[in-house]
């Protein structure tokens, strides 16, 4: 189970940390990413990091945005920074292993001008 957490109200410009605990064993491990969803759009992809720790961002979020891991905690960060209000979605995080894929609850991050 994924428990995501961070989310919240921050005005344009500002900055938030969003995490997401694993309560279980990761297990054959490919990648974890996060997601966001805007009101009235698709899910789309942010952000991935890879067992070898190499990360990939959207171009919408690159260079404001650092996905990260805590690999003995068994959580997933993304800090994000200078916040826009079009970054206004739910966000969600994802891990995908060999045996399944995984999605966290979802927090909200709303972004005020």
């Known amino acids: 189970q994924l428990q995501a957490s961070g989310g919240g109200l921050v005005q344009a410009g500002g900055s938030l940390r969003l995490s997401c605990a694993s309560s279980?064993?990761?297990?054959?491990?490919?990648?974890m990413r996060w997601y966001r969803q805007a009101p009235g759009k698709e899910r789309e992809w942010v952000a991935s990091?890879?067992?070898?720790?190499?990360?990939n961002y959207a171009d919408s979020v690159k260079g404001r945005v650092t996905i990260s891991r805590d690999i003995a905690k068994k959580t997933l960060y993304l800090q994000m920074n200078s916040l826009e209000p079009e970054d206004t979605a739910i966000f969600y995080c994802?891990?995908?292993?060999?045996?399944?894929?995984?999605w966290g609850q979802g927090t909200q991050v709303t972004v005020s001008s």
């Open positions: 994802n891990i995908d292993t060999r045996y399944g894929n995984y």
């Open positions: 279980g064993r990761i297990i054959g491990l490919k990648a």
């Open positions: 990091i890879l067992p070898n720790g190499l990360t």
